[in-house]
């Protein structure tokens, strides 16, 4: 158990709705990772926030999502209008500073768009 | 960017016999390096890390060197177990050109049999 959780597991949605995903990392890591994993493929990065503030997003960020670490602890990621493209593994990693980045994962959340 | 080529999978291998998955890598500078493992409904777990040129990192028999000339950190292991079977990731992160996220391969599943 890495201890980084993620809320829910499982998503099934309608294409067009609204989709909150919501990541609690290790306690004492102040990095945290947004990535997507689609299948037989390996995660792609989206987003990472180091406390608070959102220091680099992917160009896979559209602007139908959007990712927020309000007081530097937990994280949530939103996507707006889903499309059936958007069906993925989300997942979420967390991180220490001068760790040698090692990220520990979480169990991640399946999205699915029908 | 930064990209990662990983060997095509997938690779099925008898129990006790000698694994080599090949994973090499394009990045400015000099990256640290990690494979990372994802076992069956499991989430990503971190396997083992380099973090410069001529380390060899090294967990539950795995070994992987880091080979800066080749640009190369290339998995082993000397006795594969029926446990083993998993898909591996190799992903360098390349925090001294100011990036903090990992660049994952597509994934080699490994299926070893009894």
């Known amino acids: 158990d890495t201890g980084v959780s993620q809320d829910p597991r499982h998503k099934i949605t309608k294409r067009g709705q609204n989709v909150t995903f919501r990541c609690d990392p290790i306690?004492?890591?102040?990095?945290l990772y947004w990535y997507r994993q689609t299948l037989g493929q390996g995660p792609e990065f989206l987003t990472y926030?180091?406390?608070?503030?959102?220091?680099?997003k992917s160009r896979l960020l559209s602007d139908r999502f959007s990712a927020e670490r309000p007081k530097g602890s937990f994280s949530t990621l939103e996507i707006q209008r889903t499309e059936q493209g958007d069906s993925a593994m989300y997942l979420c990693?967390?991180?220490?500073?001068?760790?040698?980045?090692?990220?520990?994962f979480g169990p991640g959340t399946r999205l699915t768009v029908l | 960017g930064d990209s990662v080529t990983q060997m095509e999978g997938p690779v099925t291998l008898s129990e006790e016999a000698f694994l080599t998955i090949n994973c090499t890598y394009t990045?400015?500078?000099?990256?640290?390096l990690f494979w990372y493992v994802q076992y069956p409904g499991e989430g990503l777990q971190l396997l083992l890390k380099?973090?410069?040129?001529?380390d060899k990192g090294s967990n539950k028999g795995f070994e992987a060197t880091y080979r800066k000339e080749t640009t190369s950190f290339h998995l082993e292991k000397g006795s594969v177990q029926v446990s083993d079977s998993a898909v591996y990731f190799c992903?360098?992160?390349?925090?001294?050109?100011?990036?903090?996220?990992?660049?994952f391969g597509k994934g080699t599943k490994l299926s070893v049999i009894p």
């Open positions: 990693a967390s991180s220490r500073v001068l760790a040698d980045n090692e990220q520990f």
């Open positions: 306690s004492e890591h102040n990095r």
């Open positions: 926030f180091q406390n608070e503030a959102q220091l680099e």
């Open positions: 990045a400015t500078g000099y990256p640290s």
């Open positions: 380099a973090t410069k040129a001529d």
């Open positions: 992903a360098p992160i390349n925090s001294g050109a100011g990036s903090y996220q990992l660049t």
